[in-house]
């Protein structure tokens, strides 16, 4: 496929896409506090222009540096309900918010965002944040990412397959906190992608699952699929 997509990986969850229609995206921008997360994106004047930044759930390592990019830049943040609710609480100027739920979907430029179910749990400054939940962005004739957000392995992931038959999926193997390699790559095989990127994994010390594990097992399971990103580098994922 000829994608006009660029995306990099920013260490942990966090990733920055930038759209057909050249829109800066960031999902889930733990960055200044982030130990893997590279200059210049590990400062707030570093991280230059946003368009939209998009959240998966509430915890600190995914809302991350949300409020402050948000009054830097300007940028829309899209996010379930009730962590919406909780941010505009926060600081988050209310016109900058975009609100949605599962099963539900925004359309912003050239990408039209699902929200789909997690398998974990949510909180934001020790308060219910809603739902955790994972993101498919689809860029109409171009690449559609499924960022599965923190979770566990699901029987869904079949049925994600069936409704958004995602080209890349973006999948959490640290194990701990999130599945690990093994059942990362299951999911894997439910969602059939071209291309399988593996996240949230190497940032703390608990999370041991590596990207070798993901790959051995991916292979195991449906092939060869697997790319890995190094921190701050990534271009295009297919």
Same mark, same amino acid.
């Given at each position: ?20 229609? *050249? ?11 982030? =130990?893997?997360?590279?200059? =210049? @994106?590990? #400062? ?5 222009? !946003?368009? @939209?930044?998009?959240?998966?759930? %509430? ?24 962590? /919406? ?20 979907? +925004?359309? +912003? ?11 974990? #749990? ?31 392995? /699901? ?10 038959? $995602?080209? !890349?999926?973006?999948?959490?193997? %640290?194990?701990? @906190? ?5 059942? &990362? &790559? ?9 291309? &399988? !990127? =593996?996240?949230? @994994?190497?940032?703390?010390? $608990?999370?041991?699952?590596? $990207? ?7 292979? *195991?399971?449906?092939?060869?699929? +697997? ?5 701050? #580098? ?5």
């Amino acid at each position: 496929m000829n994608t006009k997509i660029k995306a990099q990986w920013l260490g942990h969850s966090a990733f920055r896409i930038v759209s057909p229609s *050249e829109k800066i995206i960031l999902i889930d921008p733990f960055l200044t506090q982030n =130990p893997k997360t590279p200059a =210049p @994106y590990n #400062s707030i004047d570093g991280i230059g222009h !946003v368009d @939209y930044i998009f959240l998966t759930h %509430g915890h600190e390592d995914h809302t991350g540096d949300t409020i402050e990019i948000a009054k830097a830049t300007g940028c829309k943040v899209l996010g379930i309900v009730e962590l /919406s609710g909780l941010l505009k609480n926060t600081g988050l100027p209310e016109d900058q918010a975009l609100e949605m739920n599962k099963g539900g979907s +925004v359309t +912003v430029d050239d990408v039209t965002v699902y929200m789909t179910s997690a398998n974990h #749990s949510a909180s934001f400054g020790g308060q219910y944040a809603g739902d955790p939940a994972g993101l498919v962005l689809d860029f109409k004739d171009d690449l559609t990412i499924y960022h599965m957000g923190d979770t566990n392995i /699901s029987a869904d992931f079949s049925l994600y397959h069936r409704l958004y038959s $995602p080209d !890349v999926v973006i999948a959490p193997i %640290g194990d701990f @906190y999130t599945m690990g390699p093994r059942e &990362a &790559a299951m999911c894997i095989e439910m969602l059939k992608p071209q291309c &399988a !990127v =593996p996240m949230h @994994y190497g940032t703390f010390p $608990p999370l041991t699952g590596t $990207p070798v594990e993901f790959e051995k097992h991916v292979k *195991e399971f449906c092939g060869d699929k +697997v790319k890995v990103i190094a921190p701050g #580098s990534g271009d295009e994922f297919l």
